[in-house]
């Protein structure tokens, strides 16, 4: 990861700044209601990347109950990754990694058994990086996204 890059909570002060790096690096943009009741929800798996002061990259996940999206009819504790984001600049340097990888120790430490996220299916660059780490395509969800863009459902095992 980049030198000098922190990983830190979320705390309520960063909320405008995770809000800018939300509308410039995503398509999918929440109301500020929506990063708070998040965060109070899972407060440990909301994380910031942080730069000289800068907040540059964020990651924020909830805990849910549910069938395994990897073993058929078995009940269990998943991570949903929700929203990752870095800004431009910081791409490529090993900062989203960071996140997701520092989200995972997390959600396994509060008792996720495995973590899922969904990711626009032309999305090569970050499918490739969560490859990279471990997850695996589970499906295609077809027209998840607002414009009608599918999706790919990818996992991981965190046991």
Same mark, same amino acid.
């Not at 109070?40 to 002061?53: D, H, K, L, N, T």
């Not at 078995?74 to 600049?89: D, N, R, T, Y």
């Given at each position: !990861?980049?030198?000098?890059?922190?990983?830190?909570?979320?705390?309520?002060? +960063?909320?405008? *700044?995770?809000?800018?790096?939300?509308?410039?690096?995503?398509?999918?943009?929440?109301?500020?209601?929506?990063?708070?009741?998040? @965060?109070?929800?899972?407060?440990?798996? @909301?994380?910031?990347?942080?730069?000289?002061?800068?907040?540059?990259?964020?990651?924020?996940?909830?805990?849910?109950?549910? @069938? *395994?999206?990897?073993?058929? @009819?078995?009940?269990?504790?998943?991570?949903?990754?929700?929203?990752?984001?870095?800004?431009?600049?910081?791409?490529?340097?090993?900062?989203?990694?960071?996140?997701?990888?520092?989200?995972?120790?997390?959600?396994?430490?509060?008792?996720? +058994?495995?973590?899922?996220?969904?990711?626009?299916?032309?999305? +090569?660059?970050? !499918?490739?990086?969560?490859?990279?780490?471990?997850?695996?395509?589970?499906?295609?969800?077809?027209?998840?996204?607002?414009? *009608?863009? +599918?999706?790919?459902?990818?996992?991981?095992?965190?046991?």
């Amino acid at each position: !990861m980049l030198a000098g890059t922190l990983l830190r909570r979320f705390n309520e002060w +960063d909320l405008y *700044s995770v809000i800018e790096i939300n509308r410039w690096c995503l398509p999918e943009n929440y109301v500020p209601s929506f990063f708070i009741e998040t @965060f109070r929800r899972c407060p440990s798996a @909301f994380i910031v990347a942080e730069m000289g002061g800068q907040l540059i990259g964020y990651i924020m996940c909830r805990m849910e109950g549910g @069938f *395994s999206n990897i073993v058929r @009819f078995k009940f269990v504790q998943k991570g949903h990754i929700i929203s990752v984001a870095v800004l431009p600049e910081y791409r490529q340097r090993g900062i989203g990694s960071g996140l997701v990888g520092a989200v995972m120790r997390v959600l396994r430490g509060i008792g996720a +058994d495995e973590c899922y996220l969904e990711v626009r299916e032309t999305n +090569d660059g970050a !499918m490739g990086l969560y490859g990279k780490l471990g997850f695996s395509r589970a499906r295609v969800i077809p027209r998840y996204y607002a414009n *009608s863009a +599918d999706a790919v459902l990818m996992v991981r095992s965190l046991s």
